[in-house]
Structures are given as structure tokens and as C-alpha cells.
């Protein structure tokens, strides 16, 4: 029994725990206000040298223990824990900053699809996910819908030939350009709930969801553009052949007046 203060002491090493604890917290404390672990998963440096501080500070409390006691727990425990707690602390903080850093990382991913998901839900032009291998609709935006007339639900119940007006076997080789990447751009005309038709103008990208390829495509409406052209060209034709008629006409005229004067 070891007296200290003029009380007895049973427990001489209850002060050094708790100190080593409350040390250890700030010290933790302040390294993760400093190293931000939850933005960046500390690298092993940073973690040896944290192992090192805090098993620094440990051999440093032991000399708060009584006497003798102080000198032997050092000389025991000193060499190891300065030498090879660091290394577990190096061990045991890369675990979990990795287990941080895939949880990071799965975050990130799903903040990222999630704002993907919403510029595609949310976008003003009409947009479609379509599988390349099966033609299958997986999804599509709020603009597709109003555009095609079917709801989005019914929509991903359909495949692409449902609504292009080429064949299937047509279909199948445009989308397999599109996943080789050997054509982005395409001119088509698309059948609507109502059964009208309509000419499209599509840009498709390849993506990857979930693992699969999928082509990403924005639908133009191209159908008022196309009417306008082939009215400018019919008036240009009728034009043409106005012009035509009136050199013949003048031609004629010419000759009847060369004969006349004979």
C-alpha cells in the first residue's frame, strides 16, 4: 500500500490509465480536426506518427506512477510500446480508413447517380436508357412520356422497335452502332401512342449502370423542321420550273418575232 497525499493509494496505476485515456482523446481529437479522416482517409505516415505520439505520451504518464514502479514498468513496457504499438496503430488505422474510404467512395458514387438520375428525370428534353443487346426501354424521363404520349412506367415496359419505324433487324444494327460507337448521331421517325409518326433527330452515348452498357439518348423532334424543308424545297422546284417556262416562253417569242420579219 503506497501512501500519496496522506491517503492510501490501492490502486497506484488507476491515475496513469485515466491519464493515458483522457491523452490519447485529445491527442485523437485533434488529429482528426487536423487530418479531416472523414474527407480523407490519413495515409500511413500520418498514422505512424499519430501511433507514435500517442504511445510516446503513454511511456511518458508511466513516470507518474510511484517510484520504483515507474522505473521497472518502463524498462518493461517502454521498448514495445514505442516500437510496436505504432505498427498495430498502423495496422488497425488502415483497416478502417479503408473501410472509410469504400464507404466514401460509395457515397460519392451515390451522390453521383442520384444527380445524374434527377438531370435525367428532370431534363426539359426528351431522354431514354435503352439496353443495346435486348432493346429493351430500362427507362425514361418526364419529357419522354408527355412526347410519346405512353407514361414512363409503360414506356420501360417496351423495347425501342415498338416505337422506331424501322425493322428489327434494322434496329438491332443501328443499336449495335451505337454501342461500338461507330455512329452518335441518327435520323429516325417514331411512332407515338396515338399512332402518329414523327421524324427524330437521336444523340446517343454509351454508359455504364450497374455494371451493364447501356446507350444514353436525347430525342430531337425534328418533324416541323423537315415539313418546312420539303415545302422550301417544292417551292424552289416550282420556282425552277416557273423560271424554265418563262425562258421558253421568251425564246418562242423570239423566234415568232425573227420569222415575222421575213
Known sequence: VIKQGGKKNKAPGVFMGVSVILVSAVI???????????????????????????????????????????????KRLGLPVITLYPLATILAGKILSDQLAGMLSIKALQESEKRYRKLFEDHAAVKLLID?????????????????????????????TDINTLSSEEVKRE?????????????????????????????????ELEG???L???????????????????????????GNTAKLGGWQRGQKEKWDSR
Request: charged share 20%; proline share 4%.
Open 28 to 74: 485523437g481529437l485533434l488529429a482528426r480536426h487536423y487530418l479531416k479522416p472523414q474527407i480523407n482517409p490519413p495515409s500511413t505516415s500520418h498514422l505512424f506518427f499519430l501511433g507514435v505520439t500517442v504511445h510516446a505520451a503513454m511511456v511518458a504518464l508511466m513516470f507518474t506512477l510511484p517510484g520504483e514502479m515507474a522505473l521497472s514498468t518502463i
Open 132 to 160: 443495346p443487346l435486348t432493346a429493351d426501354i430500362i427507362d425514361a424521363n418526364e419529357a419522354a412520356a408527355r412526347f410519346y404520349g405512353w407514361t414512363r412506367e409503360e414506356l420501360k415496359r417496351m423495347k425501342i
Open 175 to 207: 443499336l449495335e452502332n451505337a454501342r461500338a460507337l461507330k455512329k452518335t448521331y441518327f435520323e429516325f421517325r417514331h411512332r407515338l401512342a396515338d399512332g402518329s409518326i414523327r421524324d427524330v433527330n437521336v444523340y446517343s452515348s454509351k454508359i
Open 212 to 214: 451493364k452498357v447501356i
Open 216 to 242: 444514353h439518348s436525347i430525342i430531337h423532334d425534328v418533324t416541323e423542321s423537315k415539313q418546312t424543308e420539303k415545302t422550301l424545297e417544292l417551292n424552289n422546284s416550282l420556282l425552277a420550273i416557273a
